[in-house]
Nanobody, 123 residues
Framework: QLQAYGGGLVQAGGSLRLSCAASGRIFSSYVMSWFRQAPGKEREFVAGIAWSGRTISYVDSVKGRFTISRDNAKNMVYLQMNSLKPEDTAVYYC??????????????????WGQGTLVTVSS
């Protein structure tokens, strides 16, 4: 029900735009977030956006470089990633929280997950 795509290989300093397509439920009313998992590391919260789009949260390491947005009419969530760094290399997952109406950051708080898309940033 969540399909993430848009990953790929990019040089440091480059940009990528990830997309997450939601289907089957009223995702327009859910908090939507992106998480990532780098090799050998735990999955971490990257960015989240409330259903209205007015509440947004980022992990400190991506502030000023990444932008999350959503189009509720299309059931889509996006992550624009600029000024990419090698440490951004990870599998990126989109996730939906059907419970809260604010952005939460813990994995266990999200009920729906996409399959992940790999982002590789070369130095």
């Amino acid at each position: 029900q969540l399909q993430a795509y848009g990953g790929g290989l990019v040089q440091a300093g480059g940009s990528l735009r990830l997309s997450c397509a939601a289907s089957g439920r009223i995702f327009s009313s859910y908090v939507m977030s992106w998480f990532r998992q780098a090799p050998g590391k735990e999955r971490e919260f990257v960015a989240g956006i409330a259903w209205s789009g007015r509440t947004i949260s980022y992990v400190d390491s991506v502030k000023g470089r990444f932008t999350i947005s959503r189009d509720n009419a299309k059931n889509m969530v996006y992550l624009q990633m600029n000024s990419l760094k090698p440490e951004d290399t990870a599998v990126y997952y989109c996730a939906a929280d059907a419970v809260a109406n604010w952005v939460r950051t813990e994995i266990r708080q999200y009920q729906y997950w996409g399959q992940g898309t790999l982002v590789t940033v070369s130095s």
